[in-house]
C-alpha cells in the first residue's frame, strides 16, 4: 500500500514503507479506539485535519479530499462521527495504493482522474470551478416543467 508518491527513489520508497510498517504494529493495539489510535501513530497535522473534517460535517459544508494525509484523518473523522463523510467528496483519484483503501472505506467516487502526484490539493483545486459551474446549472437550468412541458 505504500507507493512512490511524488516521484520518491526506491531507498526512499523503502525508508517509507519501514515506517508504515513499524506505526502499523504500534497502532494494532488501538485500531477500534480512534483517539487513541491518533495519538500513537498521528501527528497534529492529522488531528487538526480530523477535526476540520468532523466540525464541516456538523456544520453541513462539504469538503473535498485530496492527498493521502488528508484521506488519514477523514478515515478518523469517519470512525469518530457517524454520517460525517455524507459532507465529503474526493477530488481525485490518486496514484498512491493507499487512496484507494481510503475512497474504498468511506465510499466515496474520485471526481477526477488526473494522475496528479503531487498530493498538495491540486486535485481539489481543479474540482472547485467544475463544481461550482455544475451547481450553476442545476440552480439555473430551466426544467421541462419550468416550461410547461411536464
Request: hydrophobic share 50%; glycine share 10%.
Amino acid at each position: 500500500m505504500v507507493g512512490y508518491g511524488s516521484g520518491i527513489d526506491d531507498n526512499a520508497w523503502m525508508r517509507k514503507a519501514a515506517i508504515v510498517r513499524d506505526a502499523l504494529r504500534r497502532g494494532r493495539p488501538h485500531i477500534r479506539e480512534p483517539l487513541t489510535l491518533l495519538q500513537a501513530i498521528g501527528g497534529p497535522d492529522i488531528a487538526a485535519l480530523a477535526g476540520f473534517c468532523l466540525q464541516a460535517a456538523l456544520r453541513r459544508t462539504p469538503v473535498l479530499l485530496d492527498g493521502l494525509v488528508v484521506g488519514a484523518a477523514a478515515l478518523v473523522a469517519d470512525e469518530l462521527r457517524l454520517g460525517a463523510r455524507d459532507w465529503w467528496l474526493l477530488a481525485q483519484r490518486s496514484p498512491e495504493p493507499a487512496m484507494t483503501l481510503v475512497g474504498d472505506h468511506l465510499d466515496l467516487q474520485p471526481i477526477l482522474d488526473l494522475g496528479v502526484r503531487l498530493g498538495d490539493g491540486t486535485g481539489a483545486a481543479a474540482v472547485v470551478p467544475l463544481l461550482q459551474m455544475a451547481a450553476r446549472l442545476l440552480a439555473e437550468s430551466v426544467t421541462a416543467e419550468d416550461l410547461g412541458i411536464a
